[in-house]
């Protein structure tokens, strides 16, 4: 890892994992102390419980957790867990989906509405399905 040597070059706290896929990745990078914030993926990671057991183990070595992309996962994850501060927000599916959080203040909100809150915009999903 170049973060060792990049984390001596620089006085910018480091942010990494949006591309690592295993737990491991994040524990041998959190057990550094070299990165002061993660950035797991719930979807390179497999799902929530990946996540949680991340999370634990950043908030042991007083790491910050910022989840990548998905943030209407991202939002009760950081509802629900002190080492999360913040979220990524992507617009990627905004036209795919209705609903879902939404910024209010310059803060993400989880939708009002059960689960994730989000809906298919069928007319958007009917002219995605005639490309493949």
């Not at 999370?55 to 042991?60: R, W, Y």
């Not at 990548?68 to 991202?74: D, K, N």
Request: glycine share 10%; hydrophobic share 45%.
């Amino acid at each position: 890892m170049g973060y060792a040597r990049l984390s001596t070059l620089i006085d910018t706290p480091i942010a990494v994992g949006s591309n690592f896929t295993s737990r491991e990745a994040f524990f041998r990078v959190i057990r550094t102390g070299l990165v002061r914030t993660i950035r797991p993926d719930i979807g390179r990671l497999g799902g929530i419980t990946p996540f949680l057991k991340i999370s634990t183990a950043a908030e042991a070595y007083h790491v910050t957790v910022s989840p990548a992309r998905l943030p209407e996962v991202g939002v009760h994850l950081a509802c629900g867990l002190g080492c999360v501060p913040h979220v990524d927000v992507v617009s990627w599916f905004k036209d795919v989906f209705t609903g879902g959080s939404r910024i209010e203040n310059g803060q993400l909100v989880p939708a009002p509405s059960p689960g994730l809150g989000l809906v298919v915009n069928e007319a958007v999903a009917a002219k995605l399905r005639q490309l493949t």
